[in-house]
Structure formats: structure tokens, C-alpha cells
């Protein structure tokens, strides 16, 4: 069997994908608008060594693979590929590389990672603390976030927001909704002209400055990313919003300050690990002022029956180490331990599919930008993890939850109106 006939046959024939391969044979409906490009054996190296999507993604990143058309597409006609191989596909998969010497040598020889994959030091079940103790924490955060500021204004857009927008309506710009996502939180908080805002793990400072020059709040954000915090400095002090916005380079628990009227937490408590999530809301709870509010803003898993962690997944591996989701029943509970009132949740996980759509093609826009900038392999997981994360919030395999609470005064009284005033009408 050639081997272009070799991956269809564990890809699906129903694909609707074509599939070439460096011995010339080809397979699959010609002319597709998706193609599979087996460009070395090395590809079934990977394969045989980690079949399923890990050996798919280390052949993609390495470019012994190659994926032409869009690539949301191609992995949603692939979708059979993307979950564990089952045996029989693995049976194929073996007598099809045993059968042609030169995939037989290229599966003997166990190539080493791509260096765009981090293998994550393994902690003790015992020890929460240890996988998220503040070194470690601001590894992780590095690895991710200071890849180049330049290539997240091309892949994000001018609002540099790389959290889940809220499209106010279909036709809305990625702009618009990032704009809207940022004044959304900012009506659910309370923000009013004088008040005091802390926004935990702040990225390029879109909510510090979104709150300063709308509203009038004194904003302080903080991230563990050095390029971002060197990002969002220079854009607050061009926009002439010092004296209001601060964005620091800093631990969110090394955070002094207290009797803050709102903090928002938008995108950090993936990082946050779920053995410190009570930890993690007690000290948000403990920076406001009777009356404050937090929005916090995450994924998080459909249901409670997958592991919060697959530490040898596609994104642990390449994109997010350390991450981990949990349900929104369980953040909500967290929370509530706490001492939060939890008064309004909502869902948000078509909002996500949406705004990784405009980040897929801003990507494919700046494409050779990008190659230039971060280098090939990292530029392929970029696509790669956006256009399966696109996948997985349109399937529901992950969505995106906002949760609101309240700390209360001694007496009881939340301060809250009696209905939510936050969401503005919309036609439709």
C-alpha cells in the first residue's frame, strides 16, 4: 500500500481531503481544497511512536507534514484522526510501515520532540503548590506569552486583547467585540468614575485601559509576562493614561494594595491550578472592599468527567503548560466558599469560536510576517492550536464562563441593583 493510500486509510476516506506523499503517490478526491502533504518518512516516525494527535502535531510542527487549505477545515474533516487511533487504524498503520523498508527505518528511529514542545517536569499528586509555586508559574507564563510581542499585534488585532471577545451582534467586527467583551465586564463590576480596579493576570493591558479611559477608574493590572508588561506600559503612557493605568510586571499574590471596589480576572484562572483555586478566591476576596465585586473570566470543560490536566496533550505540550480546566459548577462553588455571592453566570463558548476565527485569519494575513518573526515551527502551532481550539468550542468540547459575585457588607446588603442593568438592549 503507497503511502498516501496509508494515511487515508487512518484518516478517513470520507474526508473530503486529498493526500499526497513524498514517494509520488497520491490519494483522496483530486483537487480538494484541503491538502495532506506527507513531505518525509520521518512523518511515520512520530506516528509510530506517539499515534493519535501528539505524532500528528510533532509531524506538523516539525514540517515533515504539511496541511494546505484552511486549516479549521481540514481539521474538522479529520476529526476521526484527531481522537485516539483505534486498533484496527493502528494494525493498518503498522503493516503498512513494516511492508516498505525505508518507513520501516524512518519508524525505528525515535526522533526527539520538536523544540517548540515543552515536556513538563511531572509533581507529585500530593503537592498542587509545587506545579504552581511562583518560579514555576512564570515559566510557564514565559513560555507561552513572551514569543514576540509584534507577532500577538498581527495574530490579535490592534485591541492586543488574547482572551474570548463578546460579539454585541453577527456582523460585529473582532474589534467591536473585544471593545464590547472589555465594557461588558466593566458594566458587571460596577465601574464608576473614582473607583479602584485591580484586573489579575492583565495581558497587554486592554481592561486597565479600557476602565481608565471609559469609565474613569484607577486601574492596576498585573501579569507575569515581561513583554507584556513592558507592551502595556508604553501603550498607556502614549494613550496619556498614566495617572490612571498602571500595568506591573508582578506576581497577582504579591499584590500589596487592598479596599479595591471591583477586580476582574480575565483569562487567569487556567493558570491558577485546581488545588489553589480556594486560595486563589480567598485572596481576590480579601482584596476588595464590602460591596466589591470580581468578574472572573475563564475556559473551562464541559463536565467533570475529563481530567483537568492531560499532561501529554497538544496544548500542556505545546501551548498552555500547566493549564488546567475545571467546570463551571466547580468555579462557581470555589468561589462561593470563598465568601462570594455568586449573582450572575453566563456562557460564552460560541463568542470563543468567533474570535478564534478572526485570529485564524489573522494569522493566515501576516503569515510570512509571522514565519519571519517567531520562526516556522512556532507559527505552525499557532495555527494549529487556534484552529482546533475554534473546533472545540463549536463542538463543545471546551467552553468559555463568566462568573460575578459580590462580597458582601456585615449587614448582608450586596449593594446590587435588583435586576442586572449591565447588558444594553440589542435588536435581535
Known amino acids: 500500500m503507497k503511502l498516501a493510500e496509508l494515511f487515508e486509510r487512518v484518516m478517513g476516506r470520507d474526508a473530503q481531503v486529498e493526500f499526497l506523499a513524498y514517494d509520488d503517490s497520491r490519494a483522496g478526491p483530486a483537487g480538494a481544497d484541503i ?24 509531524a506538523y510542527v516539525a514540517g515533515y507534514l504539511d496541511i494546505d487549505g484552511d486549516m ?21 498503520l503498522l503493516r503498512g510501515i513494516v511492508r516498505d523498508p525505508l518507513l520501516r527505518a524512518a519508524a525505528l528511529t525515535r526522533l526527539e520532540p520538536p523544540p517548540q514542545e515543552v515536556r513538563s517536569e511531572r509533581v507529585p499528586m500530593l503537592s498542587g503548590l509545587l506545579r504552581h509555586s511562583k518560579s514555576r ?27 474570548c471577545a463578546c460579539y454585541p451582534a453577527e456582523d460585529a467586527t473582532l474589534e467591536q467585540a473585544q471593545f464590547h467583551k472589555f465594557d461588558l465586564v466593566s458594566r458587571k463590576i460596577g465601574l464608576k468614575p473614582g473607583m479602584r480596579l485591580l484586573d489579575v493576570g492583565c495581558g497587554w493591558g486592554g481592561m486597565v485601559m479600557h476602565a481608565a479611559r471609559e469609565y474613569g477608574v484607577k486601574a492596576l493590572g498585573v501579569t507575569l509576562s515581561k513583554q507584556q508588561a513592558e507592551w502595556a ?16 510586571h508582578l506576581d497577582y499574590r504579591d499584590v500589596s494594595e487592598t479596599d479595591f471596589d471591583a477586580v476582574s480576572s480575565i483569562g487567569l484562572t487556567e493558570h491558577i491550578g485546581k488545588g489553589n483555586l480556594p486560595a486563589y478566591f480567598a485572596f481576590l476576596y ?12 475563564c475556559i473551562t470543560r464541559p463536565d467533570d468527567a ?17 493549564g488546567e480546566l475545571e467546570g463551571p459548577g466547580h468555579l462557581v462553588s470555589k468561589m462561593h466558599d470563598a465568601g462570594f455571592e455568586v449573582r450572575h453566570e453566563e456562557n460564552l ?12 485569519d489573522n494569522l493566515d494575513d501576516h503569515w510570512d510576517e509571522a514565519v519571519a518573526e517567531v520562526g516556522e515551527g512556532t507559527a505552525r502551532v499557532w495555527r494549529l492550536y487556534m484552529a482546533g481550539s475554534r473546533l472545540g468550542f463549536e463542538l463543545n468540547w471546551i467552553q468559555l464562563h463568566q462568573v460575578l459575585g459580590v462580597k458582601l457588607h456585615d449587614d448582608g446588603r450586596s449593594d446590587m441593583p435588583l435586576r442586572p442593568a449591565f447588558e444594553p438592549p440589542f435588536a435581535g
Request: hydrophobic share 35%; aromatic share 12%.
Open 72 to 92: 479549521y477545515t481540514a481539521l474538522y474533516r479529520m476529526q476521526s484522526a484527531l481522537g485516539d487511533l483505534t486498533w484496527s487504524d493502528k494494525r493498518t
Open 137 to 163: 508559574d512564570a515559566k510557564a507564563i514565559s513560555h507561552h506569552y513572551d514569543v514576540s510581542n509584534t507577532f500577538y499585534e498581527w495574530v490579535l488585532g490592534p485591541s492586543m486583547a488574547y482572551t
Open 306 to 322: 475529563q481530567p483537568a490536566i492531560r499532561e501529554d496533550g497538544f496544548i500542556n505540550r505545546y501551548v498552555f503548560p500547566d
Open 286 to 297: 480579601g482584596k476588595l472592599r464590602p460591596g466589591g465585586r470580581l468578574l472572573n473570566h
Open 349 to 360: 463558548r460560541e463568542h470563543y469560536a468567533k474570535t478564534l476565527t478572526g485570529w485564524c
Open 35 to 58: 491538502t495532506v502533504n506527507v513531505r518525509s518518512p520521518y512523518a511515520i516516525s512520530y506516528l509510530a511512536h506517539a499515534p493519535g494527535p501528539i505524532g500528528l502535531a510533532r
Open 233 to 248: 506600559q508604553k501603550a498607556i503612557a502614549e494613550a496619556g493614561l498614566s495617572e490612571l493605568a498602571e500595568v506591573r
